[in-house]
C-alpha cells in the first residue's frame, strides 16, 4: 500500500486546513485510515482515523475541531481541521491499518505532512 498525503501548511491561529491521504496498492476489504501526529518534543499521537464501516475515532485534544470523512471509491480519507490552535503544530503522518482475508495484520505510513499553527 502506497499513501499520498497533500494539504498541510501554514495557518493562523482559529484558521482551518484539511488534509487528504489516498491509498494504492492491495486495500485490505477490512482496513482503517487515519492520522497521527508528532509535535515538537512529543510523542506520536492518534489524531482521528476510520474504519470500512465509518466509524471514526479521535484523540481526545481534537474533538468537537477536527472531522475525518472516506470517499472509499476513491480509497481517500480527509481531516478537515477547524478552530486550529498552535499546540496542533506537528508533523501529520497518514496510517493505513489493515487485515489480510487470512488474518495478516498489516500497516502502512505516508510521508509526513507539516501543520503549523502560528501568527
Known amino acids: 500500500v502506497q499513501l499520498q498525503a497533500s494539504g498541510g501548511g501554514l495557518v493562523q491561529p482559529g484558521g482551518s486546513l484539511r488534509l487528504s491521504c489516498s491509498a494504492s496498492g492491495t486495500i485490505f476489504s477490512r482496513h482503517s485510515m487515519g492520522w497521527y501526529r508528532q509535535g515538537p518534543g512529543r510523542q506520536l499521537e492518534l489524531v482521528s482515523r476510520i474504519n470500512t464501516n465509518n466509524s471514526p475515532e479521535y484523540g481526545d485534544s481534537v474533538k468537537g475541531r477536527f472531522t475525518i470523512s472516506r470517499d472509499s471509491a476513491k480509497n481517500t480519507v480527509y481531516l478537515q481541521m477547524n478552530n486550529l490552535k498552535p499546540e496542533d503544530t506537528a508533523v501529520y503522518y497518514c496510517?493505513?491499518?489493515?487485515?489480510?482475508?487470512?488474518?495478516?495484520?498489516?500497516?502502512?505510513w505516508g510521508r509526513g505532512t507539516q501543520v503549523t499553527v502560528s501568527s
Open positions: 496510517n493505513f491499518y489493515g487485515v489480510s482475508g487470512l488474518g495478516q495484520e498489516h500497516e502502512y
